[in-house]
């Protein structure tokens, strides 16, 4: 099966806990990408990587980190130093300047 | 001032009937634009590309005007599957902001029985 997959669907955090989101893909694209999407609001970007082992800060990267050691996985970490985590946190992937395709998406809910 | 600006709705249409939303973007250097899909509580999932010359996808119509800088999207004979969330999305390609997506908060369509 092809595709893009995050992991968990659904995640709580308590205050003061780092947490990694999964984004894997099979697809063979080269970037990928991180977003975060709040209520009445636009999908902003949070990182990008256009290669392994290389990867850019995009608008609201603060309290984020995230790693990209093999093409097909960019997890993103959730620090602690994240104000406002909760938010739906979408992966996305793409060929070079192609089209972007989304995964399924995380839920993250502070508790 | 938001760089992709949409009309929130809920835009309530009967089915069957047409419905028809714009989208403005305030940075004329962008190259590429998009309307995604996005049901309640899932990813966005593209809809289709919108090229210069205008382009359909069965009942979908997708226009851009690069002069007053806003692209639309028209859906004709509206189906209760067509109720979702339509993102509008603007690519600004430049050498900085390669692959840079810039997206809309969406414009709700309700279709009705």
């Known amino acids: 099966d092809g595709g893009i997959t995050q992991s968990p669907k659904y995640l709580f955090r308590k205050e003061g806990q780092n947490v990694t989101l999964s984004c894997e893909q099979n697809?063979?694209?080269?970037?990928m990408y991180w977003y975060r999407q709040d209520p009445g609001q636009g999908l902003r970007l949070i990182y990008y990587?256009?290669?392994?082992?290389?990867?850019q800060k995009g608008d609201i990267a603060e309290g984020y980190s995230v790693s990209r050691e093999k093409k097909e996985s960019f997890p993103l970490t959730v620090t602690s130093a994240q104000k406002n985590p909760t938010a739906f946190y979408l992966c996305?992937?793409?060929?070079?300047?192609?089209?972007?395709?989304f995964g399924p998406g995380t839920r993250l809910t502070v508790l | 001032r938001k760089e992709v600006e949409q009309d929130p709705g809920p835009f309530n249409v009967p089915e069957g009937a047409t419905v028809a939303f714009n989208c403005t973007y305030s940075?004329?250097?962008?190259?590429?634009f998009f309307w995604y899909r996005q049901d309640c509580r899932k990813e966005p999932k593209l809809l289709m590309s919108?090229?210069?010359s205008g382009n359909e996808d069965g009942r979908f119509t997708a226009q851009l005007n690069r002069a007053s800088q806003y692209i639309s999207l028209l859906i004709r004979d509206s189906k209760l599957s067509d109720s979702a969330t339509y993102l509008c999305?603007?690519?600004?390609?430049?050498?900085?902001?390669?692959?840079?997506?810039?997206f809309g908060a969406g414009t709700q369509v309700v279709v009705t029985p």
């Open positions: 996305a992937t793409s060929p070079l300047a192609g089209t972007q395709y």
């Open positions: 697809l063979n694209h080269d970037a």
């Open positions: 990587s256009q290669i392994v082992n290389d990867f």
């Open positions: 940075n004329s250097a962008s190259q590429s």
């Open positions: 919108v090229y210069s």
């Open positions: 999305v603007v690519n600004m390609e430049t050498t900085d902001s390669w692959g840079k997506l810039q």
